[in-house]
T-cell receptor
Framework: DQQVKQNSPSLSVQEGRISILNCDYT??????FLWYKKYPAEGPTFLIS?????DKNEDGRFTVFLNKSAKHLSLHIVPSQPGDSAVYFC????????????FGSGTQLTVLP | EPEVTQTPSHQVTQMGQEVILRCVPI?????FYWYRQILGQKVEFLVS????????KSEIFDDQFSVERPDGSNFTLKIRSTKLEDSAMYFC?????????????FGEGSRLTVL
């Protein structure tokens, strides 16, 4: 079941530069998308979300872009900091599913000092 | 800052034994969930719980699994007869919003190892 796909298992970026993490989905019923960050031995931590009625949502250094026609979303982190190094999960939810999230496989982001 | 707490952090059990994983959700939250992550695989939805009953469950959540909110604070996941393939990190989560939006807050997870 590959309803939510993160095709890049890892990404390395220099401190201060932009990190772009990508996510694709196949289920047209998904209408709410989230990004979570996960450190080892911890649970996922919510970062940012976007509803399908929007194409962009911004929160500080984090911006999520949604392209519904392409069924693609991306997370931009600007500027990247070493503390951002973690696994980033894309997740999606469909209306009426009582928050049943479908997760991607994650992308390990490493921000190099 | 309020958080979701889970116990135990790690449990080792023999195949066929019963296991109960415990969670204390954030106090004003209304929805409760269990997810799991088998090593090297995706985080997978197991079950959601609202108003003292299961709202949704996945195919993974078969008759060997059950959830309960025995009092006003705890939310438990029971695996009646564990199998080797139940070895995973189990995450409890809670959310305050009713409906499709609203973020989930996850606990740190309980690692279950079935021998």
């Amino acid at each position: 079941d590959q309803q939510v796909k993160q095709n890049s298992p890892s990404l390395s970026v220099q401190e201060g530069r932009i990190s772009i993490l990508n996510c694709d989905y196949t289920n047209s019923m998904f209408d709410y998308f989230l990004w979570y960050k996960k450190y080892p031995a911890e649970g996922p931590t919510f970062l940012i979300s976007i509803s399908s009625i929007k194409d962009k949502n911004e929160d500080g250094r984090f911006t999520v872009f949604l392209n519904k026609s392409a069924k693609h979303l991306s997370l931009h982190i600007v500027p990247s900091q070493p503390g951002d190094s973690a696994v980033y999960f894309c997740a999606a939810s469909a209306y009426g599913s009582a928050r049943q999230l479908t997760f991607g496989s994650g992308t390990q982001l490493t921000v190099l000092p | 800052e309020p958080e979701v707490t889970q116990t135990p952090s790690h449990q080792v059990t023999q195949m066929g034994q019963e296991v109960i994983l415990r969670c204390v959700p954030i106090s004003n939250h209304l929805y409760f969930y269990w997810y799991r992550q088998i090593l090297g695989q995706k985080v997978e939805f197991l079950v959601s719980f609202y108003n003292n009953e299961i709202s949704e469950k996945s195919e993974i959540f078969d008759d060997q699994f059950s959830v309960e909110r025995p009092d006003g604070s705890n939310f438990t996941l029971k695996i009646r007869s564990t199998k080797l393939e139940d070895s995973a990190m189990y995450f409890c989560a809670s959310s305050v919003m009713v409906g499709a939006t609203g973020e989930l807050f996850f606990g740190e997870g309980s690692r279950l190892t079935v021998l």
